[in-house]
């Protein structure tokens, strides 16, 4: 792991601060993503950082810090265990991981070990030279290949542009022109990657809380591949078995290629020339290498740069078969041949690992190979704090051996596609695999979209292209946390499956988060539903109600999980403990068992990075989410025993129950009672301000008059009313976060309003740290009263009225006035939300108050600007709505704002 520091870029800054803001802008963003300019605030002597940050993160002032690049640099392994493109004696490798150079400017280059994650938004643009000797340029043809370069790649050969590929876990797959490379030392691969993503169009689209961390990159393996100039190009391999499990059939669709110009000026072009070139397909036994099936040679004619298809069946008695138990594996070669004489030369030869089993939906379960099983299984997600999403080998075999050893016999890969190594391993290692593509969370607005079902449908061919030969593959899925009860996702998801259902045979599902009203899990070979951290009891009611509503299909838990405090060992008397995470799936695995569905996955094998902080982490990295079974560095937890000794059928342990007592927000209490003896206090023992107070509020006209004619507010006062009603409003804010801290929908409502994820960083940390938390909400609050104040000058100009600086701002003070009457209600605003009932009534009490003090404040500004109080309302109300409809077509257009609170209503509805 390595840090790009962007410290001397602060060179550039001119010392006049006033100036900070254009000035260190374009040197800044062109090199870095807005990240957060503090860390997580744990005590009130740092509650000033928390204030800068939260003023200017959201205004566009960059952050200054350092991009953290996870390096792996490991070479692309070879040989049988190779997860693509076997090397064999017709075809080879020429690996490009190892050193590259890089640039975010295209003026300052570093080196950086490829494969590699860049925890960077942005483009960056890598450089690599490369040597060809004179017998493989001439003889030879060559296609790039990388498992995942996130997410839009254009790829250059010598300056040459030879292809752009979309979606960073598929694979580039690019055929090279014979005229981009050259003899010798002077070959260079130059690919620009972007992976900044859109909220309306890119697949995945934009990131919210729960979902991966965007790297940037070039994540995984690539390499050239050299072959000869008459080649196959892809082998299609479907291994069926039928019912009585006796015969198995090798359905091969190979598609081959040439770049033989048709004059015999090599020694290929010659052997072509003197014999009719055959292809033929050969089933081998993995273990012994003994060929057990082969097709007759069927002869070919290869046109130049054309696919040229030809497909091949082989049969076999009695294959031996794939299963968790017994992973047995063969693999089928395609051959391109040449008979001369008595003699057979390989032209060239493609190496496929491939199983026989029978995977099948039966009475409303799976069977495997005629047998009931039962799917107990995780969910793994493609990250690890040294590598990033650019996992090494040894990282990779590790944890499926853990997966493997914790007894689970299925994993899902959640998200997207997983490198190929992993489903190699899954092969080998035996673990059924449900794969599936990046579409997470998509509202149905977007879904709905032509553009998007495209990209859904061409990413589903690559990802089933690329996996399709694979026995540990038993499921494709098109999506996951859509809202099911929508007709615009039935539109979507029927037509994705469609589209997978035409390449493959395998069982096709999507994750649903709605358990009523759901309308499309019925169109699909699984039912498949994702649980939140429900009580047992309440998991077990969704289910049933779920199997209900799903008779005819075998119904699948894609997710269920329960987060927890990395270091907390408090007992599960603590809800966020080790010992509560592993008491819940103690009682859930057990509700699972008794409901009889037919598969379920822990969420998640171990914890993993997102993109967004998450507001239910009291504290340590908000965003590493801890939902594992391991830790974000593969540390067994309590629930990693508890979990293997239910998936092994053994007897559990007792957990500690511990000490545990919920602790109470005194903080609310403390700021709201000051505010409420400041004001009485000031209204029982100093005059002028109780008749201040009453004039204002009873008298509005006659008090704003006054203020315009004799200056009759004093200042002191005023500044005093300021703070009392920043409190005020600062408790009710905290409150309303205090109570909604860790509900998932709020959290993701949060997140899409804030865009910023340093500012929801210190909005979160405010918000488990209430008392400097009110404080930083108080004094943002506070720089209200300025702003509307500037806003009434610059207005002034327009009536051609002298307003005074001290004028504008007691009307905007003095006009929220009735907010102070909020503040016993502030107090205990959190209690009161705890009560489904009381949150309308108490968010349209604060309503009617903020709207009621913005019509004293228009008021007070028709007297101050001597106009008709009908103009001031109109104008005040246009120009508020104008205000608010700038805002709301900013987050629409970039944002996709409507789409997703829509998206979120759907999915609260339907959770009730």
Same mark, same amino acid.
């Given at each position: 792991?390595?840090?790009?520091?962007?410290?001397?870029?602060?060179?550039?800054?001119?010392?006049?601060?006033?100036?900070?803001?254009?000035?260190?802008?374009?040197?800044?963003?062109?090199?870095?993503?807005?990240?957060?300019?503090?860390?997580?605030?744990?005590?009130?002597?740092?509650?000033?950082?928390?204030?800068?940050?939260?003023?200017?993160?959201?205004?566009?002032?960059?952050?200054?810090?350092?991009?953290?690049?996870?390096?792996?640099?490991?070479?692309?392994?070879?040989?049988?265990?190779?997860?693509?493109?076997?090397?064999?004696?017709?075809?080879?490798?020429?690996?490009?991981?190892?050193?590259?150079?890089?640039?975010?400017?295209?003026?300052?280059?570093?080196?950086?070990?490829?494969?590699?994650?860049?925890?960077?938004?942005?483009?960056?643009?890598?450089?690599?030279?490369?040597?060809?000797?004179?017998?493989?340029?001439?003889? %030879?043809?060559?296609?790039?290949?990388?498992?995942?370069?996130?997410?839009?790649?254009?790829?250059?050969?010598?300056?040459?542009?030879?292809?752009?590929?979309?979606?960073?876990?598929?694979?580039?797959?690019?055929?090279?022109?014979?005229?981009?490379?050259?003899?010798?030392?002077?070959?260079?691969?130059?690919?620009?990657?972007?992976?900044?993503?859109?909220?309306?169009?890119?697949?995945?689209?934009?990131?919210?809380?729960?979902?991966?961390?965007?790297?940037?990159?070039?994540?995984?393996?690539?390499?050239?591949?050299?072959?000869?100039?008459?080649?196959?190009?892809?082998?299609?391999?479907?291994?069926?078995?039928?019912?009585?499990?006796?015969?198995? @059939?090798?359905?091969?669709?190979?598609?081959?290629?040439?770049?033989?110009?048709?004059?015999?000026?090599?020694?290929?072009?010659?052997?072509?020339?003197?014999?009719?070139?055959?292809?033929?397909?050969?089933?081998?036994?993995?273990?012994?290498?003994?060929?057990?099936?082969?097709?007759?040679?069927?002869?070919?004619?290869?046109?130049?740069?054309?696919?040229?298809?030809?497909?091949?069946?082989?049969?076999?008695?009695?294959?031996?078969?794939?299963?968790?138990?017994?992973?047995?594996?063969?693999?089928?070669?395609?051959?391109?041949?040449?008979?001369?004489?008595?003699?057979?030369?390989?032209?060239?030869?493609?190496?496929?690992?491939?199983?026989?089993?029978?995977?099948?939906?039966?009475?409303?379960?799976?069977?495997?190979?005629?047998?009931?099983?039962?799917?107990?299984?995780?969910?793994?997600?493609?990250?690890?704090?040294?590598?990033?999403?650019?996992?090494?080998?040894?990282?990779?075999?590790?944890?499926?051996?853990?997966?493997? @050893?914790?007894?689970?016999?299925?994993?899902?890969?959640?998200?997207?596609?997983?490198?190929?190594?992993?489903?190699?391993?899954?092969?080998?290692?035996?673990?059924?695999?449900?794969?599936?593509?990046?579409?997470?969370?998509?509202?149905?607005?977007?879904?709905?979209?032509?553009?998007?079902?495209?990209?859904?449908?061409?990413?589903?061919?690559?990802?089933?292209?690329?996996?399709?030969?694979?026995?540990?593959?038993?499921?494709?899925?098109?999506?996951?946390?859509?809202?099911?009860?929508?007709?615009?996702?039935?539109?979507?998801?029927?037509?994705?499956?469609?589209?997978?259902?035409?390449?493959?045979?395998?069982?096709?599902?999507?994750?649903?988060?709605?358990?009523?009203?759901?309308?499309?899990?019925?169109?699909?070979?699984?039912?498949?539903?994702?649980?939140?951290?429900?009580?047992?009891?309440?998991?077990?009611?969704?289910?049933?109600?779920?199997?209900?509503?799903?008779?005819?299909?075998?119904?699948?838990?894609?997710?269920?999980?329960?987060?927890?405090?990395?270091?907390?060992?408090?007992?599960?008397?603590?809800?966020?403990?080790?010992?509560?995470?592993?008491?819940?799936?103690?009682?859930?695995?057990?509700?699972?068992?008794?409901?009889?569905?037919?598969?379920?996955?822990?969420?998640?094998?171990?914890?993993?990075?997102?993109?967004?902080?998450?507001?239910?982490?009291?504290?340590?990295?908000?965003?590493?989410?801890?939902?594992?079974?391991?830790?974000?560095?593969?540390?067994?937890?309590?629930?990693?025993?508890?979990?293997?000794?239910?998936?092994?059928?053994?007897? @559990?342990?007792?957990?500690?129950?511990?000490?545990?007592?919920?602790?109470?927000?005194?903080?609310?209490?403390?700021?709201?009672?000051?505010?409420?003896?400041?004001?009485?206090?000031?209204?029982?023992?100093?005059?002028?301000?109780?008749?201040?107070?009453?004039?204002?509020?009873?008298?509005?006209?006659?008090?704003?008059?006054?203020?315009?004619?004799?200056?009759?507010?004093?200042?002191?006062?005023?500044?005093?009313?300021?703070?009392?009603?920043?409190?005020?409003?600062?408790?009710?804010?905290?409150?309303?976060?205090?109570?909604?801290?860790?509900?998932?929908?709020?959290?993701?409502?949060?997140?899409?309003?804030?865009?910023?994820?340093?500012?929801?960083?210190?909005?979160?940390?405010?918000?488990?740290?209430?008392?400097?938390?009110?404080?930083?909400?108080?004094?943002?609050?506070?720089?209200?009263?300025?702003?509307?104040?500037?806003?009434?000058?610059?207005?002034?100009?327009?009536?051609?009225?002298?307003?005074?600086?001290?004028?504008?701002?007691?009307?905007?003070?003095?006009?929220?006035?009735?907010?102070?009457?909020?503040?016993?209600?502030?107090?205990?605003?959190?209690?009161?939300?705890?009560?489904?009932?009381?949150?309308?009534?108490?968010?349209?009490?604060?309503?009617?108050?903020?709207?009621?003090?913005?019509?004293?404040?228009?008021?007070?500004?028709?007297?101050?600007?001597?106009?008709?109080?009908?103009?001031?309302?109109?104008?005040?109300?246009?120009?508020?709505?104008?205000?608010?409809?700038?805002?709301?077509?900013?987050?629409? %257009?970039?944002?996709?704002?409507?789409?997703?609170?829509?998206?979120?209503?759907?999915?609260?509805?339907?959770?009730?």
């Amino acid at each position: 792991m390595i840090f790009v520091d962007f410290r001397p870029f602060l060179y550039y800054i001119p010392a006049n601060v006033s100036r900070v803001g254009k000035s260190i802008r374009p040197v800044l963003l062109a090199h870095y993503p807005r990240r957060e300019l503090i860390r997580k605030s744990q005590s009130f002597s740092r509650i000033l950082p928390l204030v800068f940050a939260f003023l200017c993160l959201n205004t566009g002032f960059p952050a200054l810090g350092q991009v953290t690049i996870y390096e792996n640099g490991q070479p692309t392994l070879i040989g049988s265990d190779a997860s693509m493109h076997i090397d064999n004696q017709s075809r080879r490798k020429i690996d490009l991981a190892g050193t590259w150079t890089y640039s975010m400017d295209n003026e300052t280059w570093k080196e950086v070990k490829v494969p590699g994650s860049f925890d960077y938004k942005g483009r960056i643009t890598f450089v690599r030279k490369f040597t060809l000797d004179k017998t493989t340029l001439t003889s %030879s043809a060559f296609h790039l290949v990388g498992f995942g370069i996130n997410h839009d790649a254009e790829i250059y050969i010598n300056d040459l542009f030879v292809g752009r590929h979309v979606g960073g876990y598929t694979t580039v797959d690019i055929d090279l022109p014979e005229n981009a490379l050259q003899l010798g030392s002077e070959n260079a691969i130059k690919i620009i990657v972007n992976n900044n993503l859109s909220a309306w169009s890119t697949l995945p689209l934009r990131q919210q809380i729960w979902g991966w961390r965007d790297y940037g990159g070039i994540l995984r393996d690539i390499y050239l591949l050299v072959t000869p100039k008459l080649w196959i190009d892809r082998l299609g391999v479907d291994a069926n078995l039928s019912a009585d499990l006796t015969l198995g @059939t090798v359905n091969v669709v190979g598609v081959l290629n040439s770049k033989l110009s048709g004059i015999p000026d090599d020694t290929l072009s010659a052997l072509i020339g003197s014999a009719q070139p055959s292809f033929v397909v050969e089933v081998v036994d993995r273990s012994t290498g003994a060929v057990v099936g082969q097709s007759p040679p069927q002869p070919v004619n290869v046109p130049p740069n054309r696919d040229y298809e030809m497909k091949v069946a082989v049969a076999m008695k009695s294959p031996r078969l794939w299963s968790p138990e017994s992973p047995d594996l063969y693999i089928v070669r395609g051959k391109l041949t040449v008979q001369q004489g008595k003699q057979v030369k390989v032209i060239d030869e493609f190496d496929c690992v491939t199983g026989f089993r029978r995977f099948e939906s039966d009475n409303n379960g799976f069977a495997l190979n005629g047998k009931s099983v039962i799917l107990r299984g995780v969910v793994w997600h493609e990250d690890a704090p040294r590598f990033g999403a650019s996992l090494s080998y040894e990282q990779m075999e590790k944890d499926i051996t853990l997966i493997k @050893t914790l007894g689970a016999n299925a994993v899902r890969f959640a998200f997207h596609p997983p490198h190929p190594y992993v489903l190699n391993l899954c092969d080998r290692y035996g673990l059924l695999a449900f794969v599936e593509i990046p579409a997470r969370s998509v509202p149905g607005e977007i879904l709905d979209q032509e553009h998007f079902k495209l990209l859904a449908e061409a990413m589903m061919g690559e990802v089933i292209e690329r996996d399709q030969h694979r026995p540990s593959v038993v499921a494709w899925g098109v999506g996951d946390g859509f809202d099911s009860a929508d007709p615009r996702t039935c539109s979507f998801v029927e037509r994705i499956a469609a589209a997978a259902r035409k390449l493959d045979h395998r069982l096709v599902y999507f994750g649903s988060c709605v358990v009523s009203n759901d309308r499309c899990a019925g169109t699909m070979d699984i039912a498949a539903v994702r649980f939140s951290a429900e009580a047992p009891g309440s998991l077990k009611s969704s289910i049933l109600t779920w199997k209900e509503a799903h008779p005819e299909q075998p119904v699948v838990i894609l997710a269920y999980g329960k987060t927890v405090e990395p270091e907390n060992r408090n007992g599960w008397s603590d809800p966020m403990s080790q010992e509560a995470q592993a008491e819940y799936f103690k009682k859930a695995i057990s509700v699972i068992k008794e409901a009889g569905v037919a598969g379920s996955f822990i969420d998640a094998f171990a914890d993993w990075r997102g993109d967004r902080p998450l507001m239910a982490i009291s504290a340590g990295d908000r965003y590493v989410y801890p939902l594992g079974l391991l830790s974000y560095s593969r540390e067994k937890r309590a629930s990693f025993e508890m979990v293997k000794l239910l998936y092994n059928g053994e007897k @559990t342990n007792a957990l500690p129950i511990g000490r545990y007592r919920a602790s109470f927000p005194v903080a609310h209490i403390i700021w709201g009672f000051g505010v409420i003896f400041v004001v009485a206090y000031l209204y029982h023992y100093n005059r002028r301000f109780n008749e201040t107070f009453k004039r204002a509020l009873l008298r509005s006209y006659n008090f704003y008059a006054d203020l315009r004619d004799v200056h009759t507010v004093s200042i002191p006062q005023t500044f005093v009313l300021a703070a009392t009603v920043s409190v005020t409003l600062g408790v009710i804010l905290s409150g309303i976060l205090y109570r909604f801290k860790t509900e998932t929908l709020a959290d993701y409502l949060l997140t899409t309003l804030v865009v910023s994820d340093g500012t929801k960083e210190s909005l979160i940390t405010a918000t488990w740290h209430p008392f400097p938390g009110i404080l930083l909400f108080s004094l943002v609050l506070l720089l209200w009263y300025p702003a509307v104040a500037l806003l009434i000058r610059l207005l002034a100009l327009l009536v051609k009225r002298r307003v005074y600086w001290y004028h504008a701002f007691a009307v905007a003070v003095w006009g929220s006035l009735p907010i102070v009457l909020l503040s016993p209600v502030a107090m205990a605003f959190f209690k009161l939300l705890e009560s489904t009932l009381n949150v309308l009534l108490a968010f349209a009490l604060v309503a009617v108050f903020l709207i009621w003090s913005l019509l004293r404040t228009l008021k007070g500004v028709s007297v101050i600007y001597d106009v008709s109080p009908l103009k001031a309302y109109a104008g005040g109300i246009l120009l508020v709505l104008v205000f608010l409809g700038g805002v709301f077509l900013y987050y629409e %257009s970039t944002y996709a704002l409507s789409a997703y609170i829509e998206f979120f209503f759907h999915i609260g509805r339907s959770l009730g």
